[in-house]
């Protein structure tokens, strides 16, 4: 269940999780099953956000709609998307062919900018290109969270740490944040404490440092979301690793902004 001290720094919700139709979840992973595992767990609320790599996938957003349609829930259940920023081009315009009811819209960044590296690529490149690399994606971050109806930042400086420079999230690297923070601050776009983080990063000295990115954050005033990223009914609502790591940021339930605009949702009948 989701209760108890350990998750008192955080409000009773997966803002993350993915279902079979994205390609890489286990086949349990319907809307459905989704849905019960959640209440079962006791959670208030959910944002499902499948993956939108390109423009092809954009049908499966209209095949979730259909089978959001007729779920009757007992807690609050929103569909999202998590659209990747397309690593052809600088600027997110894929983001803009999101219908904007598919709320809360997180962006994520799993290549590199003009590049066929993925995240998961643990390539042998130059320090030279990966300082490039480095500059590339700050640049094309910060364009994307500019981009109108962006809600949420997906697991910020995972991809700087796979093949980036950057062994620990100290120094130069916290410099660097400090800018794209204050852009997100002004557009209202959430920093994701994200549960599959601590199986992304390659290091103990990655994991004991990034805290320091949203305790940079909080402080310049961005607000936050919180995911487990599931792809397996297990992992819905696991989410003990980003507690660990809010607490340590300094984070409490009231850093967290739930997105109560617009979009597709579904709330529990009224008796």
């Given at each position: ?172 690297i916290l410099d660097r944040f400090t800018d794209l923070f204050g852009v997100m ?30 305790a940079l954050a909080a402080e310049l005033g961005v607000k936050f979301s919180v ?45």
């Amino acid at each position: 269940m989701f209760s108890g001290a350990e998750f008192d720094n955080l409000p009773a919700v997966d803002m993350h999780i993915h279902t079979v139709h994205c390609g890489h979840c286990s086949a349990e992973m319907t809307l459905p099953n989704i849905v019960h595992r959640a209440e079962r767990l006791g959670l208030k609320q959910i944002a499902v956000t499948d993956h939108v790599w390109n423009e092809q996938q954009l049908a499966m957003l209209d095949v979730l709609e259909q089978e959001f349609e007729v779920v009757e829930p007992q807690i609050t259940v929103r569909l999202g998307a998590e659209v990747d920023v397309d690593p052809r081009h600088g600027d997110g315009r894929l983001i803009e062919q999101i219908r904007p009811c598919f709320r809360p819209l997180i962006i994520a960044t799993h290549a590199y900018p003009q590049s066929t590296l993925m995240w998961y690529d643990d390539g042998h490149v130059s320090r030279r290109t990966k300082r490039s690399l480095l500059k590339k994606w700050f640049r094309w971050v910060t364009a994307a969270v500019r981009r109108e109806n962006v809600d949420v930042l997906a697991h910020p400086g995972v991809l700087l740490s796979r093949e980036g420079p950057e062994l620990r999230f100290e120094a130069e690297i916290l410099d660097r944040f400090t800018d794209l923070f204050g852009v997100m601050r002004a557009h209202g776009v959430a920093f994701e404490i994200n549960e599959q983080v601590k199986f992304k990063l390659l290091g103990p000295q990655q994991l004991d440092t990034y805290h320091n990115l949203p305790a940079l954050a909080a402080e310049l005033g961005v607000k936050f979301s919180v995911g487990s990223d599931s792809h397996q009914l297990a992992q819905i609502g696991q989410l003990h690793w980003a507690s660990r790591i809010a607490r340590r940021a300094g984070l409490q339930a009231a850093d967290f902004r739930l997105y109560k605009g617009c979009g597709l949702v579904k709330r529990p009948a009224k008796a």
